[in-house]
Nanobody, 122 residues
């Protein structure tokens, strides 16, 4: 079993930055791919980015490419999402997830965090 806890959400103005962290527990954390998702009010959950177990591969959806950066530190059982140049449309609850990632937007994430609110004011 893997348990995930997000932190680092908050309120920021347009153009600002936030860094989300996801702390994982469990012996298998370092062998799992990690993903970040978000869900805005009234919308479906959206895949944002993924990183493989060794951090040698990453993928971003077009809407965040060039602004968001995913990274991980397996020694700390943690994955991070650095979000720059934030826009009001980035406002959502952000979730980290762990599991299998097959590249691009193909995945099977079995473990999920509780979510962290990110609000970008205009």
């Amino acid at each position: 079993q893997v348990q995930l806890v997000e932190s680092g959400g908050g309120l920021v103005h347009t153009g600002g930055s936030l860094r989300l962290s996801c702390a994982g527990s469990g012996r298998t954390f370092g062998s799992l791919a990690m993903g970040w998702f978000r869900q805005a009010p009234g919308k479906e959950r959206e895949f944002v980015t993924a990183i493989n177990w060794s951090a040698s591969m990453t993928y971003y959806v077009d809407s965040v490419k060039g602004r968001f950066t995913v990274s991980r530190d397996n020694a700390k059982n943690s994955v991070y999402l650095q979000m720059n140049s934030l826009k009001p449309e980035d406002t959502a609850v952000y979730y980290c997830a762990a599991g299998l990632w097959y590249g691009e937007e193909r995945y099977e994430f079995d473990y999920w965090g509780q979510g962290a609110q990110v609000t970008v004011s205009s």
